[in-house]
């Protein structure tokens, strides 16, 4: 039911390769699948659009999905990820440079399952990654997934 690619929806490209750097630095030899805006998340999501054909019941593994997008922003899309039962129990977790208190309480209203504030330094930003791709690949046990 589920693959073990990571979907990164960031439209920062130093900061999307920064991200998958960070992957591997962190031993996560996961596919990485970017999308640079909320449109092509959900494109990717649903196999619509320019990823017409792909099998949507192959979920990612997580999502990493920053806030400030463009066509469609992060909350949208988290909204959008929520309402669908296809989608409705895939892990999101926010990773964004806002540090707003009204972002973190959306996000979390909305259903994201953990909310990450872009540390500004090159390895504070690596360290944050790696942990993530850490916990939500390696340690977090999925729906679909077998025990291991």
Same mark, same amino acid.
């Given at each position: 039911?589920?693959?073990?690619?990571? =979907?990164?929806?960031?439209?920062?490209?130093?900061? $999307?390769?920064?991200?998958?750097?960070? =992957?591997?630095?962190?031993?996560?030899?996961?596919?990485?699948?970017?999308? @640079?805006?909320?449109?092509?998340?959900?494109?990717?999501?649903?196999?619509?659009?320019?990823? $017409?054909?792909?099998?949507?019941?192959? *979920?990612?593994?997580?999502?990493?999905?920053?806030?400030? *997008?463009? @066509?469609?922003?992060?909350?949208?899309?988290? @909204?959008?990820?929520?309402?669908?039962?296809?989608?409705?129990?895939?892990?999101?977790?926010? =990773?964004?440079?806002?540090?707003?208190?009204?972002?973190?309480? $959306?996000?979390?209203? =909305?259903?994201?399952?953990?909310?990450?504030?872009?540390?500004?330094?090159?390895?504070?930003?690596?360290? $944050?990654? @790696?942990?993530?791709?850490?916990?939500?690949?390696?340690?977090?046990?999925?729906?679909?997934?077998?025990?291991?």
């Amino acid at each position: 039911m589920t693959d073990a690619t990571i =979907l990164l929806v960031e439209d920062n490209p130093d900061d $999307a390769l920064l991200t998958m750097r960070a =992957l591997t630095q962190g031993n996560i030899g996961n596919d990485v699948v970017h999308a @640079r805006d909320g449109v092509e998340a959900l494109d990717y999501l649903f196999g619509t659009g320019g990823y $017409a054909g792909r099998r949507p019941e192959d *979920l990612p593994v997580v999502m990493l999905l920053d806030l400030k *997008l463009p @066509r469609l922003d992060g909350l949208d899309v988290l @909204r959008r990820v929520r309402a669908d039962e296809r989608t409705k129990l895939l892990p999101v977790v926010i =990773l964004t440079s806002s540090r707003e208190e009204q972002d973190l309480m $959306a996000g979390y209203r =909305l259903g994201a399952n953990s909310y990450v504030v872009k540390p500004v330094e090159f390895t504070g930003f690596v360290d $944050a990654v @790696r942990e993530l791709g850490l916990y939500w690949v390696v340690l977090n046990r999925r729906i679909g997934a077998s025990p291991g």
